[in-house]
């Protein structure tokens, strides 16, 4: 692992002691760069990233210990082995090396044997931590890499898994004239509306994938009343009302949260603030907090949507609705939270109208 030509900083401020370590260490092969002193050390250790440091402790300006110490405590030179190669024998000088960084010792006068051995020892310890270094940095960078593509793959597969909902949901109420887009509004007003409401993101993600399946229950209903574009009888609204079980019957018995998320909404998002909604008459905060989120949002995108039965209305009489109904149809707080990002709402209804409906085209994770 070692390179038989390691580069090697020797310091101190003794002119002939550096000679005598440059040409040894120069014949056994390595680079050898000098410095006096402990600043310039400092800045040839950071210039040259060297692979072992010697280094004299008594020097002028900045003495060895302060120097080990910095460096040792620097992200770009941490790494580096450093030998203290002094004449002081005390152990607390040793004591002090030590505290200071120092990875070995050498005593002046410095025998050319011992030398040698404590290069070569000190430099493979460097070049296996390099190659461990190195080998992390490389396991990081990959697993990056796959958790990118998993993070990127993931993605597709919710965007296909929220398409096929839509598209699963659109045919259940295909009778009814539902478009795409009306799905798409519903399920974005609705996670926009429980994110205002300070929601958590995974939950607010279910419900996202949950909403369009809000009236699924429509495919067991007769096209005669389903379709009829007058007003119903008290019969056929009695038959009408009978969706909501329909939807909650159809997406019951799963283990999936996603679809017991949609049960709950198909079964109560009719339900009234009030207690005079169906199929049960819940009141206030009996009714599901996500069927109480998709009331809103589905009631507001049937008022501004063309229907058989129906005209769009424009913006503020069905704001207007939506108002009156705080506290009777609605939760009074989150109408309050869904009036306070009108201007989400409004970018929402743009992207998905009926006119840009393409069924598809737009990604439905956006």
Known sequence: MTDSRSKILVVDDDDRLRDILEARLSALGHEVITARDGEEALASAHRENPDLILMDVMMPRLDGYEAARRLKNGPLTEHIPIVMVTALNEVNDRVRALEAGADDFLTKPVD???????????????????????????????????????????????????????????????????????????????AALARAAGQPPEWIELLLYAAPMHDIGKIGIADHILCKPGKLTADEWAA???????????????????LKLAEVIARAHHEKWGGDGYPNGLR??????????????????????????????????????????????FDPDLVDAFLSILDQILTIRSKFSDENDRTGVSSPLE
């Open 240 to 258: 009408m009302e009978k969706h909501a079980e329909i939807g909650a019957e159809i997406l019951s018995g799963s283990d999936s949260e996603l």
């Open 112 to 190: 050319a044997s011992e030398l040698k051995a404590r290069v070569k020892s000190l430099l493979q310890v460097k070049a296996y931590h390099d190659y461990r270094r190195r080998y992390q940095q490389e396991l990081e960078s990959e697993v990056s890499r796959k958790t990118k593509e998993l993070r990127d793959a993931l993605a597709r597969l919710k965007s296909a898994s929220l398409d096929t909902i839509y598209r699963l949901a659109r045919a259940a109420e295909f009778k009814d004239h539902t478009t795409y887009a009306h799905l798409q509004r519903v399920s974005q007003y609705a």
């Open 284 to 329: 206030g905060e009996e009714i599901p907090l996500a069927a109480r989120i998709v009331a809103i949002a589905d009631v507001y995108d049937a008022l501004c949507s063309h229907r058989s039965y129906k005209g769009a209305m424009t913006e503020e009489p069905a704001l207007k609705i939506i108002r009156e109904g705080r506290g009777g149809h």
